[in-house]
């Protein structure tokens, strides 16, 4: 069984990474050296390695990186904090989602980047202002699988804790939250994808450094190269914060994951 | 068998809004009895077993525990679901230690009492092997089996279940249906047990009570005088079970 699922993961690795080559080579082959409306993946590749160390702008790649990942860091913490715990609030309080409810549908249609605005005049053009981007496009995947999650517990399983002997005020954090965790880290990966694609868009709009400021450079500099590994270092941390979540679900709820 | 009183049901009645279930029903189950409760589906017995343990609210009657209405923290009582029921966040063991854990004060169980308890419970429906396993590597006949050593575990002085071998296999119902049946009468567990399948109602069951359609009245009460171990091809099983279905023929 354990040979079987080695072979899997290596027949994963072997054939994802051949159909990247493939897409790099192709690329390659349909992009002209120097052209000004794409760059190709030997100058993306030059571009990157030649800023792991030199400067580009105010910092390294890896500071833009840095930059970009510790504006999500913290309006993705917030968002998770004040998400859950409003879901979890109109889920189990009738009276508070009478309240809530209508005003978080109102609000939930209106895009991260239409805050932008809003978000300068009242946080200013520095990093809160971000924060607060970032956490309006985290925010609703937050309370949207929380409170699904939350409402739709199977109520076989809290009667059956019931005629177990839990008492009643004990069933919250007994049946429904275990109950609902697999939902919120559903939440947790798209607010993650909400939170990376905002903070990009924060950055274009306002910022003297982050993934978002290179690419925006770029454009203003004609810069197809940095344009192209902007959007590549994008990429690449996206699938490893991915990665790394997939990871930490297979570990942290490993009761919810199936043999795949 | 002792002729103590466990159970009474006194003129119980539960509409839903318009919709009248049960209608005025009444009758008793002695102490150590497996009463059976037949009826068209539909036709109200998990409704019962729901107004039985205060999981839904009944619009006038009275249902008695040793004369005393029911109190889920002072009484004892287990209720075999027919749907799973089982914690998917917890390992099997974790699932059947679920009622001592709650217990545990008040029995003065350690944690050897109650890990020793949960493997008695998961020996008799042979599950030993998977009390590390999570429910979501299990099948559906055997999350039924946790469900049932949880119920077991607890030693449990009533026990309900509403159509609980409805996922399992015919051979792995057998085998159950005996085991439930040998540890009920061997700790004295009075159990109320909800079935379609009159042939398990016979087999079961030391009393069998046919409810008839919404609302549902007690249609008859009838005692099974067949000894135990039963054999479901002598020729008085066979006609206590024809006798059965002629009740319920017309439904």
């Known amino acids: 069984m354990k040979k079987r699922k080695t072979n899997i993961q290596w027949e994963r690795l072997i054939y994802g ?18 052209s000004a409306k794409f760059a190709t993946p030997l100058e993306v590749g030059e571009f990157i390695l030649q800023h792991i160390t030199t400067k ?39 009276v508070c989602n009478i309240i809530l409810h209508p005003l978080f549908d109102l609000l939930r249609p209106i895009p991260p980047i239409a ?20 956490f309006i496009g985290a925010f609703v995947p937050f309370v949207m699988n929380t409170y699904t999650g939350a409402v739709r517990v199977d109520k076989k399983l809290i009667d059956a804790a019931l005629m177990l002997g839990t008492p009643p005020r004990t069933i919250f954090f007994r049946v429904v939250f275990p109950a609902i965790v697999p939902q919120i880290f559903a939440g947790a990966q798209v607010a993650l994808t909400n939170a990376w694609m905002t903070v990009i868009g924060a950055e274009m709009a306002r910022a003297t450094e982050g993934v978002g400021w290179m690419i925006l450079k770029g454009m203003e500099n004609a810069d197809m190269a940095q344009i192209v590994s902007g959007m590549a270092v994008i990429g690449v941390t996206g699938f490893l914060i991915a990665a790394l979540m997939r990871w930490l679900e297979k570990h942290l709820i490993k009761w919810n994951v199936r043999e795949r | 068998m002792c002729e103590q009183i466990k159970v009474q049901v006194k003129n119980l009645t539960k509409s839903y809004g318009e919709l009248l279930v049960l209608d005025n029903v009444s009758f008793e189950v002695k102490k150590g009895e497996f009463l059976c409760i037949v009826g068209p589906t539909g036709c109200g017995k998990t409704t019962f077993l729901n107004s039985l343990t205060k999981l839904h609210d009944i619009d006038s009657g009275e249902i008695l525990l040793d004369s005393v209405p029911v109190n889920l923290k002072k009484q004892s009582i287990a209720y075999i679901f027919q749907e799973n029921s089982v914690l998917s966040w917890r390992t099997v063991a974790e699932n059947v230690a679920l009622g ?18 949960v493997r008695d419970a ?30 077991f575990v607890i030693a449990p002085e009533l026990l309900l279940m ?33 079935t379609h399948n009159l042939e398990e109602a016979v087999y079961v069951g030391d009393r069998i009570l046919i409810l008839t359609n919404k609302p549902s009245k007690i249609k008859e009460e009838l005692e099974n005088p067949l000894p135990r171990p ?12 024809e006798y059965v279905t002629d009740q319920i023929r017309w439904w």
Request: glycine share 6%.
């Open chain 2, 162 to 194: 509403d159509e609980p071998y409805g996922q399992l296999d015919i051979n792995l119902r057998f085998r159950l249906e005996d085991e439930v049946v040998k540890i009920c009468k061997q700790f004295n567990t009075t159990v109320i047990f909800i």
């Open chain 2, 230 to 241: 039963r054999d479901v091809t002598s020729s008085e099983f066979i006609k206590l079970r």
């Open chain 2, 100 to 117: 001592l854990e709650f217990k545990k004060k008040e029995l003065a169980l350690t944690k050897n009492e109650i890990k020793k308890k």
């Open chain 1, 56 to 94: 580009v702008g105010p910092c390294t790649i890896w500071g833009h990186a840095g930059w970009s990942l510790s504006r999500v860091g913290v309006g993705y913490i917030l968002a998770a904090a004040a998400g859950i715990v409003l879901a979890l609030l109109m889920s189990q309080s009738k």
């Open chain 1, 115 to 134: 805050w932008v605005p809003l978000a300068i005049l009242w946080f200013g053009i520095f990093e809160k202002a971000k924060y607060f981007i970032i």
């Open chain 2, 122 to 151: 998961l020996s008799i429906v042979g599950l030993l092997k998977f009390e590390n396993y999570y429910p979501n590597q299990l099948s559906a006949s055997m999350l039924q089996r946790v469900v049932i050593a949880r119920a």
């Open chain 1, 17 to 34: 990474g051949a159909a990247i080559l493939l897409f790099l080579v192709i690329w390659q082959i349909l992009v002209k050296p120097g």
